[in-house]
């Protein structure tokens, strides 16, 4: 089986090469920045977090330099010297009695009232938990992602769990894109080949290694919180406030049953009534401090948090006063984006037809070490093409940001002896800082122009028709 054949390439890859095994195997910064946020962020940091506001309080005159930037992330802190606005100092100050009300509620350092209130205001700040997960999950199919619950419950139970589980095998091969891909895609085509063939992950050495790095503590409950985002994704937004904490705290309970919550008690603790007193706690905060509740979950008008961005067009207003937040802050947010299963397929495909020196912009020539600076540009347009198109190589180009930009925009496209042609839009400045040359020609194989011709024809309309 082909793809059988290209996992073992991959590990063998391991073997030869001891930066390509380090970068797979390690969680360190320095040597796997793709995998690390994974596990940078999850219950016992978000409360660890928590402790910090009690730290900078109570002791105004210790170096808190590092605690301060962490406490600014989650915008619960400001300095007299931080050039923001009133309105966002406003937010920041009724986030930071939430915080502190907490802190004075529940004592316990792994309090799962406590966890669950930072995790919704985390939602809307720099120290998204489920940002990087979200990445992962772009590319699953909907079927695994229904399925979600089902592995995280054996992947918090048991402690001899391995790659058959594919939401932990997601996460043990995330440090390796290739890995990745290659063990997604046997898992959609072949379901039966797929766990027929899992000892070839299971029993590689590198594998077992990055498993035991992993730090299993940390990849569960950074599962867990990834669950619980989707629990709040689900959330009814057309309604008022007591209802939605209602609706997230029977969900919240349904949930957390299913998965056994008792074992659930290594990442978190669960006071008695604690389903109790997170919905008086929820319910008791003031207006404002309520509000940021309502931002977080992508209910208040004009939240950032990335469910209010997926939700926004059914937003209605059922707080007396919603603030605007001004949008001069530079926190980051995560934008949900519906999923391509394929695009990595495609990219692959595109590769494959290409020579050895020909990994490079089709149009400049940036000649960067690695593919995955380059980005794979449909020549017709995923959201157009029927699933053969989607992930034919023939219907792509390799190209670098810029190009894609400009190729992608309808700027730029190719008559049929692959020469550029150039919008009108585009200034003679422009085209020059582009690198764009009149005479600038790349090579257009037949089965490329059947593809190229349908671009062509659109950029000759300045626009696809539907």
């Known amino acids: ?95 930071q009695q939430i915080l502190k009300k907490c802190l004075s509620r529940f004592e316990n350092p792994s309090s799962f009232v406590k966890s669950f209130v930072i995790f919704l205001l985390s939602l809307n700040s720099a120290f998204n938990p489920h940002k990087s997960s979200q990445e992962i999950f772009d590319t699953l199919d909907d079927e695994l992602k229904d399925d979600y619950d089902s592995y995280l419950s054996d992947i918090l139970l048991y402690s001899d769990i391995d790659l058959a589980n594919p939401i932990f095998g997601i996460y043990v091969l995330y440090s390796d894109k290739t890995l990745l891909d290659l063990y997604l895609d046997l898992y959609k085509q072949d379901r039966q080949a797929f766990l027929s063939n899992i000892k070839i992950f299971n029993d590689n050495q590198d594998v077992k290694k990055r498993i035991a790095n992993c730090q299993k503590s940390a990849l569960r409950s950074e599962a867990l919180l990834f669950s619980l985002y989707t629990l709040i994704d689900s959330i009814n937004v057309n309604d008022n406030y007591e209802n939605i904490i209602n609706d997230i705290i029977n969900k919240l309970q349904i949930k957390l049953n299913k998965l056994k919550y008792t074992k659930i008690e290594r990442l978190l603790h669960f006071e008695d009534n604690c389903f109790i007193k997170l919905r008086e706690f929820l319910l008791d905060l003031s207006e404002s401090e309520k509000e940021e509740i309502m931002l977080s979950i992508g209910k208040g008008e004009n939240s950032t948090s990335s469910i209010a961005i997926k939700k926004s067009n059914n937003l209605s207003k059922n707080l007396k006063s919603v603030a605007k937040i001004s949008n001069e802050r530079g926190y980051d947010v995560l934008r949900t984006t519906k999923s391509r299963r394929g695009q990595n397929i495609f990219k692959r495909n595109l590769v494959n037809m290409l020579d050895e020196n020909e990994h490079k ?106």
């Open 1 to 95: 089986m082909e793809i059988i054949e290209q996992i073992h390439n991959r590990l063998e890859e391991f073997v030869s090469s001891d930066d390509l095994r380090n970068d797979f195997t390690s969680t360190a910064v320095e040597k796997n920045k793709r995998v690390y946020p994974l596990f940078n962020t999850n219950t016992k940091t978000l409360n660890t977090y928590c402790t910090y506001l009690s730290d900078v309080f109570n002791n105004p005159n210790g170096d808190h330099h590092q605690k301060i930037r962490i406490l600014k992330k989650l915008r619960v802190y400001y300095a007299a010297s931080d050039n923001i606005s009133e309105e966002e100092k406003k937010h920041i100050l009724a986030r």
């Open 361 to 466: 912009c089709a149009i400049c020539g940036c000649n960067v070490s690695g593919d995955q600076y380059l980005i794979a540009s449909h020549i017709y347009p995923w959201k157009y093409s029927n699933d053969e198109q989607k992930t034919d190589g023939n219907n792509g180009l390799l190209l670098c940001p810029n190009h894609d930009f400009l190729f992608d925009s309808l700027l730029i496209s190719f008559d049929e002896e692959g020469k550029i042609l150039i919008s009108e839009e585009l200034s003679q400045e422009n085209c020059e800082a582009f690198c764009l040359k009149e005479e600038l020609y790349i090579n257009i194989s037949s089965q490329k122009e059947t593809y190229m011709n349908k671009h062509r024809q659109a950029f000759k309309n300045k626009g696809w028709e539907k």
